[in-house]
């Protein structure tokens, strides 16, 4: 064998290594992106008191997650959840967790996508909605949605610049998202008691949620942001806050290195044999 066929024999063991790094770096992200969503709480009903929130999966009396003390106002992270079918369950804070829940709504969680769950509503017709949040806007653009949380002002109209998001947004409310041009732009709300302004950067790529609350002082914007551009994910716990349901892929890496060290160590070994005199093979 001569040593050109030594180092095309090199060349070809040291590439083996690296093509099943690709395959397999490629099938890891594929793997890692595949067969969870993203879902965050939140309370958005001025006149309940705080609560605690329990999350089930289907079937399962064992709560996955418990958010304890959740006021008028919170939202949590975004938080990595295996797809498949859930419970979301409200009850008062500090109530035993074996307490028959005043609320609860089921949830189903599709790979790729992501949800608020939202207290929605007056106390006495408290509701717990399921939304979609979207995770992708158009090219150059941004997208906003409403969400009116304020029992002052029943009935209020948001303005983005001069562009109207909503118009006499009733209470319990959620608009659709609208594409936006991405900038940094004062947010009118405007209801029969008053009127409040916020400014608020928007960046291309962007999907922001404005929810209108009853504040300290009056109305108040809360500007929620729901995706920061379609190759980042919603941001938040991954795995661990809903119980580790998320799937798990081990890396390659290991292994691979092994693989490589040791073409590397049996073509150089190789080589060197075949430099030895005759009389010594």
Same mark, same amino acid.
């Given at each position: 064998?001569?040593?050109?066929?030594?180092?095309r024999m090199a060349a070809v063991l040291l590439a083996v290594p690296a093509f099943l790094l690709g395959i397999f770096g490629a099938a890891s992200a594929t793997a890692s992106s595949q067969g969870v969503g993203w879902v965050r709480l939140a309370h958005f009903s001025p006149n309940?008191?705080?609560?605690?929130?329990?999350?089930?999966s289907f079937g399962d009396s064992s709560a996955e997650m418990v958010l304890h003390h959740v006021a008028y106002g919170d939202t949590s992270p975004y938080e990595t959840l295996a797809a498949g079918?859930?419970?979301?369950a409200m009850r008062a804070a500090g109530a035993a967790p074996?307490?028959?829940?005043?609320?609860?709504?089921?949830?189903?969680v599709k790979a790729g996508r992501s949800y608020t769950v939202a207290g929605l509503g007056p106390e006495s017709g408290l509701r717990l909605a399921v939304l979609d949040d979207q995770l992708t806007p158009p090219d150059g653009k941004a @997208? $906003?949605?409403?969400?009116?949380?304020?029992?002052?002002?029943?009935?209020?109209?948001v303005s983005y610049g001069v562009s109207a998001l909503a118009t006499s947004l009733a209470f319990g409310s959620v608009t659709v998202y609208k594409s936006v041009d991405p900038r940094t732009v004062t947010v009118h709300v405007t209801g029969p008691s008053e009127t409040t302004s916020t400014a608020i950067t928007v960046a291309a790529g962007t999907v922001h949620? @404005? $929810?209108?609350?009853?504040g300290a002082n009056g109305l108040a914007i809360d500007n929620l942001v729901d995706a920061a551009g379609s190759a980042v994910p919603p941001a938040g716990g991954a795995a661990t806050g809903f119980g580790g349901t998320a799937p798990h892929v081990p890396s390659p890496l290991p292994w691979l290195v092994l693989v490589a060290a040791g073409s590397l160590v049996a073509v150089v070994g190789g080589l060197g044999l075949r430099r030895l005199p005759r009389s010594w093979a």
């Open positions: 064998m001569t040593i050109l066929r030594f180092v309940t008191p705080a609560v605690d929130v329990y999350l089930y079918e859930y419970t979301v074996t307490t028959k829940p005043a609320l609860s709504a089921s949830l189903t @997208l $906003v949605r409403v969400i009116q949380a304020s029992l002052q002002d029943h009935v209020v109209t949620t @404005l $929810v209108v609350l009853d």
